[in-house]
């Protein structure tokens, strides 16, 4: 599910929500800092990465059994 939230928000952004040249600086960058979501994105795209980038499992499984 995550990697789906990181594909659509590069595919509405241009450029990956996380990037790092080192492996364990970008693993640090996604679970410490927020989404900086464009301001040129939706209502509805905004809730949906979200969603998909949550790394909450709870939400995760909500989701998941919701609209999937």
Request: glycine share 4%; with cysteine; net charge positive.
């Amino acid at each position: 599910v995550f990697l789906k939230g990181a594909l659509l928000y590069e595919m509405l952004s241009g450029a990956p929500p996380f990037y790092s040249k080192d492996k364990g600086q970008m693993f640090r960058i996604i679970l410490e800092k927020p989404i900086e979501m464009r301001p040129y994105f939706s209502a509805q795209a905004v809730s949906i990465l979200h969603a998909l980038l949550c790394l909450d499992v709870k939400i995760l499984v909500f989701f998941y059994y919701n609209f999937y």
